[in-house]
């Protein structure tokens, strides 16, 4: 059984096309593909746990590889923190379950989005909202959407399964004189639907839309019926949560069965996928 290196990654987004590899474009991936290739001297793809968009920041992504044997596990674990990018970080890099897969075992991801009341230069990294912002009524939304709820009105049409079930445990703004982040913790999202929350609580919190419209926008199952989306300028992918066994490198779950993670990661969006795939 071969064994499996977890990458914990921060990225500036702007200077990437995303996460996955496209031909002609430098993504988070490609870029890691490249560095693993000449560490390892041979092709070496790592897998994300989410497929973040153009744009699209992270602390906490999270990848892995899957690598032959203790000599490349050593090479990777020793080496690829050290490579150094402008915009890209390789946090950590250490041993895990050979069960483990970044996407697949994930439990649940978090994410921040940053909004600026204040202009400033200096910090790319957020939506500015220059506009007077009702926060009573933000926050009431942020309230109403805890809970298990079919989130399609903030999801990408095309991108849209037979199940779009979001169980969210953390949906709360912070704050302060600068603005405000919102921060929101779900087993799942759907594409783009960060984006698309933030759009709706700055349009009702601009008072173009109403708080008490969030309830008929989630029955309705519509795109349509939402606003229109938040730049990509502000979102980051914080964290990403797994069973503490599968960070075990000893441990192997009596029912596993590997799976062709290659394969997988190039597929189309699918129900465990991340804001963006973003991501």
């Not at 987004?13 to 490609?30: A, N, Y």
Request: net charge neutral.
């Amino acid at each position: 059984m071969n064994p499996r290196v977890r990458l914990d990654l921060a990225y500036v987004g702007e200077g990437f096309h995303g996460w996955q590899i496209q031909p002609g474009l430098r993504t988070v991936q490609g870029e890691l593909a490249a560095v693993l290739t000449r560490i390892l001297e041979r092709p070496c793809q790592p897998m994300g746990a989410g497929r973040t968009d153009a744009g699209v920041h992270a602390r906490g992504q999270v990848a892995h590889v899957e690598l032959r044997g203790a000599v490349e596990v050593a090479r990777v674990c020793g080496a690829l923190p050290r490579f150094e990018f402008a915009d890209l970080q390789v946090l950590r890099a250490r041993p895990v379950s050979p069960a483990f897969d970044a996407r697949y075992s994930a439990t649940a991801r978090r994410y921040a989005y940053r909004l600026h009341c204040r202009r400033n230069i200096f910090d790319r990294h957020a939506f500015h909202t220059p506009w007077p912002l009702d926060r009573t009524a933000m926050d009431l939304v942020c309230t109403r959407l805890v809970g298990a709820h079919d989130f399609s009105s903030f999801c990408k049409t095309r991108s849209l399964k037979e199940s779009n079930t979001c169980r969210v445990d953390l949906c709360v703004l912070e704050w302060d004189d600068q603005g405000g982040i919102f921060h929101i913790r779900a087993n799942r999202f759907l594409h783009h639907m960060v984006r698309n929350l933030v759009g709706l609580l700055v349009e009702i919190g601009r008072g173009n839309r109403g708080a008490d419209e969030i309830d008929a926008i989630l029955a309705a199952r519509d795109r349509r019926t939402a606003s229109k989306m938040a730049p990509a300028c502000g979102l980051f992918l914080e964290e990403v949560e797994y069973p503490e066994a599968l960070l075990d490198p000893d441990h192997v779950p009596p029912d596993y069965i590997p799976r062709r993670t290659a394969a997988i990661d190039q597929g189309d969006h699918d129900d465990h996928d991340a804001e963006g795939d973003q991501a």
